[in-house]
């Protein structure tokens, strides 16, 4: 699946997620942004942790059916997170991921996230996703 | 802090989270409830991933906090999640909590994830948080 | 398996770790010794946590096999650690373990150890292992 | 720190380990090798995930060095390990390592770990430090 075959599904799969998150670039890694509106904020501006992981779930998801195309049903089965710095009020977020392992029943990818505009890693996450059986 | 106070910190601190997460109980262990409600869903009608990521989340720190008084200030630094199985639909989430460790600059804590009323876990999460230095 | 067939398994396929790491009770949950000596050991004597790590990653895997029998293949694909506290001197560890999760290809389970006569928790760990498909 | 100082600080500090593990390289990123030995192998002539772990530890701890100088008495408090392939027999393993935060008490660093002279990546680990306070 391509940028615009990612965004797509999105819209399609996750209507509630498709205005907040779009697939930005896509060559070897995949890049996401969160379009950070007042949903996600924590008191004092700052970015929350769970619109964080939700970031970083979406976008290793995409990055995995950008290689083995549309399936619905691969869900996540860990997450690690470390949160290293506050994001920078007023800007969205970028996730930068990559896929390390795609298997034939686990895939796992990570990604880094930082502030739009800026070069310090707000988070990092790795994440493994159950892929379903083919069906006959 | 108690009960009440927990919830009345909710409330004052953290309004968009307050009715949607609410503190249960509290002895050694604490439970807070995820109220589960559409935007909590995925297609399917399961519990999305950031959403049980949120109620561990606050239900951790609520727990630290029921130990060492309000620190709005401290931050998750870490994050460890394992998702198990699908949320029972139409249930609300119970997150039983401990803290593991209460340190000067360091919290851990940990809670286990089960449906209302299920005894199947559905997840395990675990967390850190940074406690900032008390003011003079 | 019970806990003189664990013993066993470790005995005759783990024969390097057999002489360091022991099962001490099994029931619902699992506790495992780990027999401190001189090769565990950082400078300050206190245990490293590749051996902390060590512990925890046989003691799930046996507490895994108590109840799906010898599985030889199984294979840890995700572990998790906190490292919560320095070890006590001179004194075992102790690893009490429980299965969260026994699914048809996944595996998850935890741990929380401590100093032999110690109640403060050392480290917890949760691990998830990969199951083979049974053979026909 | 450079390459030889960051050795020759393995072998005064820590002489059980400085047989086996050795750094390679040190630019942006510090790779480092896990000589193996029969001490490392299970049985099938795999590494075992404690070694992969002990490399782990020991590479972006130095990488942390190399950066902040002689701290001997930081210690790890999280781990998260995804073991993604069975190294390659008879190979040594290679980490490659990068510090992604370096704060005043915490500091995260991560690495992939590739069998030597080859392409796959056998396992992701990203491990937090805890820096103690300066002396005055």
Known sequence: MDRAALNAFL????????????????????????IVGPQHLRPGGTVSGPAIFALADVAIYLAILARIGEVALAVTTNASVDFMRK?????????????LKLGR?????????????????VARCSMTYSIPPKRA
Chains 1, 2, 3, 4 share one sequence.
């Open 105 to 121: 029943t686990l895939a796992v990818g990570e990604c880094l996230i930082r502030s739009d505009g800026g070069s310090d890693i």
């Open 87 to 99: 994001p920078q009020a007023g800007r969205d977020l970028l996730a930068d991921c990559r896929i």
């Open 11 to 34: 819209d399609r799969e996750f209507p509630q997620i498709a205005g907040q998150i779009r697939v930005e670039a896509l060559d070897q890694a995949l890049v996401a942004r969160l």
